[in-house]
Structures are given as structure tokens and as C-alpha cells.
């Protein structure tokens, strides 16, 4: 893959990266890390890739690790700002109770529900089996529909 192609399908994926770096580390500077290191890594390894269809389950991949890697460099990351409402949600409501789930239910919410990958190529960008992204989707379902009737009961 040479740098025009490259930059093109980066480029295609600019806004997709960026929800997905800010999902989980609720930063716009530590996305914007993210982001660009997660690139630099990405083309520095391009030859790597094998095939070029999966480059965006491949880039996707790459910048979840580098998102983990500065939250091991930041432990104080791990809790997010309970005010900060994920930027993909329209619903302001499902977007607070998205942004209070745990990573690990967090990220394939996003992946699935909102970036549109199919399981299978959730389970391949999280490293984790099929199975275990529907169990993670059907808690994450479960923890949402729970927060979103508390805050129902207390609305009214």
C-alpha cells in the first residue's frame, strides 16, 4: 500500500477513529495521542498487513491498543467524567449512561451499535471470540436498559 492510498483511507476513516479513541478515553487530547500514534504505528507497519480489505477492522485494532497503552500510562483515566456525554449518541440520556459503562462493555457498544462492525469483525478488532462480544453486548444491553429506567423513575 503506498502513502496516497494510505492517507485516502485514513482519510475515510478520520471521524470513525475518532469516536471510537474518545469512547474510550473521553479526552479530546489524549484522542488526538492516540490518534496520531495509533497512525504513525499503522503506516510505520503497513507492510504487515496482509490483506488489504481488513485495513480498517487492522487500523481500528491498532488504535484501541494505543488507547489501552495510555491508559496504563494514566491510571487515573480508567474513571470517566460522568458529565461527559459520548459524542455519538443523539439520545443525551443513552449517551451518559453509554459513556458509565466499563471499557470492556463500552467498546463493543461502540464498535457494534454505533460504528455498524459486524460481530465477527468486532471479536476480530477486540481480539476476543464471537461469543464472548454477544455476552458482552447482551450485559451491555442489560446495564443500559438499567440505568436508563433509573433515570426514567427519577425523572418523574
Given at each position: 500500500m503506498n502513502e496516497r492510498e494510505f492517507s485516502g483511507?485514513?482519510?475515510?476513516?478520520?471521524?470513525?477513529?475518532?469516536r471510537v479513541s474518545f469512547s474510550i478515553l473521553r479526552s479530546t487530547a489524549d484522542s488526538e495521542d492516540a490518534m496520531q500514534e495509533a497512525l504513525f504505528r499503522a503506516w510505520r507497519n503497513v507492510d504487515s498487513l496482509r490483506d488489504k480489505s481488513f485495513f480498517e477492522t487492522w487500523l481500528t485494532r491498532i488504535l484501541i491498543n494505543e488507547c489501552r497503552r495510555l491508559i496504563r500510562k494514566k491510571p487515573d483515566m480508567t474513571e470517566i467524567p460522568e458529565s461527559t456525554p459520548a459524542p455519538e449518541a443523539e439520545n443525551p440520556?443513552?449517551?451518559k449512561a453509554i459513556a458509565a459503562l466499563k471499557m470492556d462493555l463500552r467498546v463493543p457498544v461502540i464498535l457494534h451499535y454505533i460504528e455498524g462492525y459486524s460481530v465477527k469483525e468486532t471479536a476480530s478488532i477486540m481480539r476476543i471470540t464471537q461469543a464472548n462480544v454477544k455476552s458482552r453486548l447482551m450485559r451491555a444491553r442489560k446495564k443500559l436498559k438499567e440505568t436508563l429506567e433509573k433515570e426514567a423513575a427519577q425523572d418523574e
Amino acid at each position: 500500500m503506498n502513502e496516497r492510498e494510505f492517507s485516502g483511507r485514513v482519510r475515510l476513516m478520520r471521524d470513525r477513529l475518532w469516536r471510537v479513541s474518545f469512547s474510550i478515553l473521553r479526552s479530546t487530547a489524549d484522542s488526538e495521542d492516540a490518534m496520531q500514534e495509533a497512525l504513525f504505528r499503522a503506516w510505520r507497519n503497513v507492510d504487515s498487513l496482509r490483506d488489504k480489505s481488513f485495513f480498517e477492522t487492522w487500523l481500528t485494532r491498532i488504535l484501541i491498543n494505543e488507547c489501552r497503552r495510555l491508559i496504563r500510562k494514566k491510571p487515573d483515566m480508567t474513571e470517566i467524567p460522568e458529565s461527559t456525554p459520548a459524542p455519538e449518541a443523539e439520545n443525551p440520556a443513552l449517551g451518559k449512561a453509554i459513556a458509565a459503562l466499563k471499557m470492556d462493555l463500552r467498546v463493543p457498544v461502540i464498535l457494534h451499535y454505533i460504528e455498524g462492525y459486524s460481530v465477527k469483525e468486532t471479536a476480530s478488532i477486540m481480539r476476543i471470540t464471537q461469543a464472548n462480544v454477544k455476552s458482552r453486548l447482551m450485559r451491555a444491553r442489560k446495564k443500559l436498559k438499567e440505568t436508563l429506567e433509573k433515570e426514567a423513575a427519577q425523572d418523574e
